[in-house]
């Protein structure tokens, strides 16, 4: 339990985007998204699938129903992955 959330799963890592620190990916209800160091969600929990954030290119993948691509740091898509 961080603050008043309890996640299922958290994938733990310490990005740094402009003018916010994204620390972890977390699992509610089924649904992943982000939070930062106070707790508070800084992409809303609505992937059914996500990994962790790429230092690099600052994308992460992610999966909504059959969409599945990179997504940015405020959570909207950038690029589908096509299989």
């Known amino acids: 339990m961080i603050g008043n959330q309890r996640y299922d799963s958290i994938l733990w890592f310490g990005l740094r985007f402009k003018a916010k620190q ?4 977390a699992r509610i209800k089924g649904k992943w998204g982000c939070f930062d160091k106070e707790g508070k969600t800084v992409i ?17 993948v992610a999966r909504i129903g059959t969409r599945i691509g990179f997504i940015d740091e405020t959570g909207q898509f950038v690029k589908d992955l096509r299989r």
């Open 22 to 25: 994204v620390l972890a990916c």
């Open 44 to 60: 809303e929990h609505r992937f059914d699938g996500m990994e962790s954030f790429d230092a690099d290119t600052a994308l992460a």
